[in-house]
């Protein structure tokens, strides 16, 4: 082999080693470059999301309710009775959707009057949450379902600390909410211990009686919105917002018994 | 040869790609028709809740996860997201764009995975920091999704490491 072909072949041979190192070099920017990015953006993403559920929470924490309120009982329909022993009338009923805005106007302007009148053993209040948006549009549907089927889930004792929660918490309409944690967690924050009570939540487990109890409103009752409250089955209408009429109707429902 | 493949390519002024493994094709094609029966599956069970099967332990609870505030982004269901993407990648793995050495596509399959990868960590941290629970059937649809993002690296970390 001549000089010059040596030379050519000792050229060729360091311009490859040159271009394996280049390309070595290549590799080992592509995985810094890559891994470095997913690495920090994923860091980002882990701590964002813990930081959004912890700010989450702090906002949304139910407190047990501690005001005027008569025993409480669940019937086998699922209806709540808050009832001095031994009070049987009149009987006030209330028709409510956790996802209804007027139900929550409702217990924001009247709720304390209804446990007033069952502390004092003035009427017997019948709690029937139900299923009223059935047709409606996600997620007004589904709030309104995972919120009736998770209220039927709590004890008796700890109803209206949990009832007044969900109206406390109720999405606004048209936006997600109910979460199924939340729901969970709530029932927790106000004293549920029942060991079954999460699943009972999580899996819906209560769904087929919001579905008895829808039907009962709608059908049987002939209930169309809510909140409908029912005094001695007579349908009342001004007395919802006016807790002075509520108390006057029902104690002219009493004297006339 | 080496001129002919200068003159194809030179259409887009891209370099060819160097010979893939035999194996890179089934199993990009096996993981992401896996991803994709997985994707369906739970997105008929975000609209029908009784469809979705799975056991129920203390740290096993698909219901948990896939009713859970995480299921959905910004409203979108992300079993529908999640479709999406494994629908895009079966585009971007067809023997045609493996075949064309354009960035887009190149750069297109890496920076997916590197996507399906980040929310495989951000659904992963809700289901272990946040709702202490975990999906089976999602946790399959991640397994598929880091190995996809392993196939591509490598198949990229391997073009980028030919001299010829």
């Known amino acids: 082999m001549s000089k010059a072909a040596r030379e050519r072949t000792a050229r060729e041979r360091l311009a490859e080693e040159r271009r394996r190192q280049a390309a070595r070099a290549k590799q080992r920017r592509l995985l810094t470059v890559v891994l470095g990015a997913v690495a920090v953006v994923a860091l980002i993403v882990v701590v964002t999301v813990i930081v959004l559920d912890q700010r989450g929470q702090r906002d949304q924490t139910a407190t047990p309710y501690r005001g005027p309120q008569a025993p409480l009982t669940r019937q086998s329909d699922g209806s709540i009775v808050m009832a001095k022993p031994g009070v049987n009338a009149p009987v006030l009923e209330v028709f409510e959707d956790f996802q209804c805005p007027a139900c929550k106007a409702f217990e924001e302007n009247t709720g304390k009057t209804v446990k007033q009148l069952a502390a004092e053993g003035r009427a017997k209040v019948v709690y029937r949450p139900f299923h009223l948006f059935g047709e409606q549009r996600d997620p007004i549907r589904s709030n309104s379902l995972r919120s009736a089927a998770a209220a039927l889930c709590v004890p008796a004792p700890q109803w209206l600390s949990y009832h007044d929660a969900l109206f406390q918490f109720q999405p606004r309409e048209g936006s997600e909410g109910f979460a199924t944690e939340d729901l969970v967690a709530w029932g927790k924050d106000v004293g549920v211990t029942d060991p079954n009570f999460e699943k009972c939540v999580t899996d819906q487990q209560k769904k087929p009686q919001v579905d008895a109890m829808t039907t009962y409103a709608l059908q049987t009752r002939g209930v169309s919105g809510t909140p409908t409250v029912f005094l001695d089955g007579r349908k009342l209408e001004n007395e919802l917002q006016d807790p002075a009429a509520l108390q006057k109707a029902v104690a002219d429902a009493k004297g006339s018994q | ?164």
């Open chain 2, 1 to 164: 040869m080496v001129r002919q493949a200068e003159v194809r390519d030179g259409e887009n002024g891209y370099a060819p790609a160097p010979a893939r493994p035999r194996w890179f094709l089934p199993a990009g094609w096996v993981l992401t028709l896996i991803g994709l029966a997985l994707s369906v599956y739970l997105t008929v069970a975000h609209y029908q809740e009784g469809a979705l099967v799975c056991t129920t332990t203390s740290t096993v609870d698909c219901h948990s996860v896939t009713t859970s505030k995480y299921s959905e982004l910004a409203g979108i269901p992300l079993p529908l997201l999640g479709l999406a993407f494994f629908a895009g990648f079966a585009v971007l793995i067809t023997p045609a764009a493996l075949r064309s050495a354009h960035p887009v596509l190149r750069w297109g399959r890496l920076a997916s995975v590197c996507v399906g990868l980040l929310f495989v960590v951000y659904l992963v941290t809700a289901e272990l920091a946040i709702l202490h629970k975990l999906c089976l059937w999602c946790t399959g649809v991640h397994a598929v999704t880091v190995l996809l993002f392993v196939l591509v690296l490598s198949d990229e970390f391997r073009r980028i490491g030919s001299v010829d």
